[in-house]
């Protein structure tokens, strides 16, 4: 089993920066990929990043590419979502995910968070 918790969320101003984290407890998150997603008010939870067991193969949604960056420590068991230029468009439930495989495609996860809320004023 894989328990996550995430944290970091709260109310920024549009053009602000925020960092979540996503904190791991169980002995397989060092082999786990991991992946960020988020539900925005009204709409379905979409896929936002996603990174491998080593850090070297990241996957980034369209809608937030140059803008947030995935990155984890596996000594800390924390996975990390750093995110600038936040637009109002960014408010949403953002989710931490593991999977059981190192593989960063596709949008099936094992395991998830509880969920921490960022939202972006204009």
């Known amino acids: 089993q894989v328990q996550l918790v995430e944290s970091g969320g709260g109310l920024v101003q549009a053009g602000g920066s925020l960092r979540l984290s996503c904190a791991a407890s169980g002995r397989t998150f060092s082999s786990n990929a991991m992946g960020w997603f988020r539900q925005p008010p009204g709409k379905e939870r979409e896929f936002v990043s996603a990174?491998?067991?080593?850090?070297?193969?990241?996957r980034y949604a369209d809608s937030v590419k140059g803008r947030f960056s995935i990155s984890r420590d596996n000594a800390k068991n924390t996975v990390y979502l750093q995110m600038n230029s936040l637009k109002p468009e960014d408010t949403a439930v953002y989710y931490c995910?593991?999977?059981?495989?190192?593989?960063?495609?596709?949008?099936?996860?094992?395991?998830w968070g509880q969920g921490t809320q960022v939202t972006v004023s204009s």
């Open positions: 995910a593991a999977r059981l495989v190192d593989y960063i495609d596709g949008d099936l996860y094992n395991y």
């Open positions: 990174i491998n067991r080593s850090g070297s193969r990241i």
